[in-house]
């Protein structure tokens, strides 16, 4: 029988693209079951570990969409453009941290593989409310950005509060 991690992929692909990736894929396992109460933002953390979350880039190859440039920007679209290298993520990104960072009065900062994968929390309520804001960012940020919407921040904002009580952190 081949014990062999058949989806052990994703690291690597991470480690190629992200020179300072220091994740192990039993340690991304662990953020993924604890992140969330909600298997739908445990899905879509899986996909992204995974590299199967869809972009246009994806749905050009497959004939769905007759380009590939991004809905934001116009830049060609994938799954890196999606979270890193979109201005348009970048600056959403950033604002969610900065919206953080004031609720909490702290002042953290985050590298690419903190902004995909999440902090290590040490069983921080803090740090484990952080990476859930986050997750649901990117969550949120992806589903508008591949159906056409514009991001709404006061909406974007009410939703990330209320999945904060659902998740029981507020
Ligand atoms: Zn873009």
């Known amino acids: 029988m081949n014990r062999k991690e058949p989806c052990a992929t994703g690291p690597n692909k991470w480690q190629r693209d992200l020179p300072q990736f220091t994740l192990s894929w039993s340690t991304i396992f662990k953020r993924i079951k604890s992140i969330s109460k909600q298997n739908k933002l445990k899905e879509f953390f899986y ?16 004939g769905i969409e007759d380009n590939k440039s991004c809905h934001y920007c116009g830049d060609d679209d994938s799954l890196l453009h999606s979270f890193l290298g979109c201005q348009i993520a970048v600056d959403f990104l950033r604002k969610v941290l900065c919206w953080f960072n004031e609720k909490e009065n702290s002042s953290i900062t985050l590298n690419s593989e903190e902004i995909l994968f999440g902090v290590a929390t040490d ?32 909406a974007f904002v009410r939703k990330l509060n209320f999945m904060l009580k659902i998740e029981g952190f507020a």
């Open 47 to 62: 996909k992204l570990a995974h590299r199967i979350v869809i972009t246009k880039k994806e749905l050009h190859l497959y």
């Open 123 to 154: 069983n921080d309520n803090k740090i484990k409310q952080l990476n859930f804001c986050l997750l649901y960012a990117k969550f949120y940020f992806h589903f508008q950005k591949i159906n056409q919407r514009a991001c709404n921040w006061d």
